[in-house]
């Protein structure tokens, strides 16, 4: 299996600057990563979530991802996604994640 996009991890700022003073929703990149990306099908789709209009993708990473994160991006693409649903098998990660409107 190839690993041949890159999967960007961020995570959505807190809020409220004590520091500054102001309120600080800007994304921090966490970690970048190389996974495979394949679009979740039809049927699995009906499966897991019970419709088939629901658009996801599987995203499998060979290494580990990071324990706190808001949303991913894939390659350069602007469309950001939001985990649904995640495994841990016995090699890797495996992650079910669904576009969003962040």
């Known amino acids: 299996m190839r690993m041949d996009h ?22 921090k990149l966490v970690a970048t990563i190389y996974g ?14 019970g419709n088939y209009n629901h658009q996801s993708k599987i995203v499998r990473l060979e290494s580990a991802m990071p324990q706190s994160w808001s949303y991913l991006t894939i390659d350069d693409d602007t469309a950001k996604y939001r985990m649904q649903t995640s495994r841990k098998p016995l090699k890797g990660n495996t992650l079910i994640v669904g576009d969003s409107n962040v």
């Not at 999967?7 to 800007?26: A, E, K, L, M, W």
């Not at 495979?36 to 979530?49: E, I, K, L």
């Open 6 to 27: 890159v999967i960007r991890f961020y995570t959505q700022g807190t809020g409220y600057n004590p520091v500054t003073g102001r309120h600080d929703n800007s994304a």
């Open 36 to 49: 495979n990306v394949t679009d979740m099908g039809v049927d699995r789709a009906v499966q897991v979530f």
